[in-house]
């Protein structure tokens, strides 16, 4: 089974305007970090949130947010004010076990957002 | 913050030439680096994580002996790719994390393999 699924291949949006882009997850670890990451076509990889399982609020990192939904296993990026730049490949991650350097990623099939003017 | 570089960032070579990729933490110690793959407008597939000291740990599917992994200091961990094919181009990006549960991975810029 997926343990990380994003069912939107790819999303436009009208610049200026917030944008949701899913995921879901699965676990039975009750230990687990949840990532996203934003890809330019340049390549690089981008962190932008991090999400941790015994966290009680949602994150929040300037324009981006994190709607977790424990109960539901998501973990829904949030981005408001959309801009040009952030046309982009969107993936989630999640890496279970905690505060363990060895811990890999694993990574969802991610989104591609596109930034209408 | 935490930089990871990547060298080369492009690479172009001709079939059965072998080449190295290098993974370098620049401002912490790494004990463990991740090499992944993608394919275009694909997702990063996990191929082997990477152990200073040690051998590393390669997923399934993936050929221990075409991939070779050395991870000799705390800061290096590098890939070769041996022999390669045209099969083998694509996108190869390595990560490391610090310790601490709310660190993120971070990723190198990526390498750009193509193989003629």
């Known amino acids: 089974a997926q343990k990380i699924t994003q069912t939107q291949p790819g999303m436009f949006v009208q610049e200026k305007e917030a944008v949701t882009l899913d995921c879901t997850y699965d676990?039975?670890?009750?230990?687990?970090?949840l990532f996203w990451y934003k890809q330019p076509s340049s390549g690089e990889m981008i962190f932008l949130i991090y999400q941790g399982s015994y966290d009680q609020q949602n994150a929040t990192e300037g324009r981006y947010s994190l709607n977790f939904q424990k109960a539901r296993k998501s973990a829904n990026l949030v981005i408001s004010a959309s801009q040009l730049g952030d046309s982009a490949m969107y993936f989630c991650?999640?890496?279970?076990?905690?505060?363990?350097?060895?811990?890999?990623?694993?990574f969802g099939g991610g989104t591609r957002l596109m930034v209408k003017p | 913050g935490a930089v990871v570089s990547q060298h080369p960032s492009w690479v172009i070579c001709k079939s059965g030439t072998s080449v190295k990729i290098e993974c370098r933490s620049l401002d912490f110690q790494a004990t463990t680096m991740f090499w992944y793959r993608q394919f275009p407008k694909q997702s990063l597939m996990l191929m082997a994580t990477?152990?200073?000291?040690?051998?590393?740990?390669?997923e399934q599917g993936v050929e221990k002996d075409k991939f070779l992994i050395n991870h000799a200091s705390l800061t290096l961990s590098t890939l070769t790719v041996t022999s390669a094919h045209p099969e083998d181009s694509s996108f190869y990006i390595c990560?490391?994390?610090?310790?601490?549960?709310?660190?993120?991975?971070?990723f190198g810029d990526g390498t750009r393999l193509s193989i003629l």
């Open positions: 990560s490391a994390r610090q310790t601490g549960s709310n660190q993120p991975q971070h």
């Open positions: 990477s152990n200073e000291g040690s051998k590393a740990t390669y």
């Open positions: 676990t039975s670890d009750p230990s687990y970090g």
């Open positions: 991650a999640m890496r279970e076990g905690y505060n363990n350097a060895g811990n890999m990623l694993t």
